[in-house]
């Protein structure tokens, strides 16, 4: 099993940044794909950004394009989403998940964290 647990969640306003940090333990982090998901309050559970065991190019939902940056750092167990620019809309708790399968639906992920708390305020 893959423990996850994602921090860094705040209040902030239009325009400004965050960095997300999922942090895993149990088995080996770079075994699995990662991927990041939102959900808004009343709104269905949505995909933002994947990354590969291996790393390599990470690939974002259209929404956050140009604006998030994924990376992990597999030796510290580490996986990152560095948002900027961030908009009211981008309201929600994030979630980070562990899986075999590149994939962007959530149905494919095993593993998921408790979520963090991001909030935007305009």
């Known amino acids: 099993q893959v423990q996850l647990v994602e921090s860094g969640g705040a209040l902030v306003q239009a325009g400004g940044s965050l960095r997300l940090s999922c942090a895993a333990s149990?088995?080996?982090?770079?075994?699995?794909?990662i991927g990041w998901f939102r959900q808004a309050p009343g709104k269905e559970r949505e995909f933002v950004a994947r990354?590969?065991?291996?790393?390599?190019?990470?690939y974002y939902a259209d929404s956050v394009k140009g604006r998030f940056t994924m990376s992990r750092d597999n030796a510290k167990g580490t996986v990152y989403l560095q948002m900027s620019s961030l908009k009211p809309e981008d309201t929600a708790v994030y979630y980070c998940?562990?899986?075999?399968?590149?994939?962007?639906?959530?149905?494919?992920?095993?593993?998921w964290g408790q979520g963090t708390q991001v909030t935007v305020s305009s």
């Open positions: 998940a562990a899986g075999r399968i590149v994939s962007s639906s959530s149905h494919l992920y095993d593993y």
């Open positions: 149990g088995r080996t982090v770079s075994n699995y794909n």
């Open positions: 990354i590969s065991r291996a790393g390599g190019t990470p």
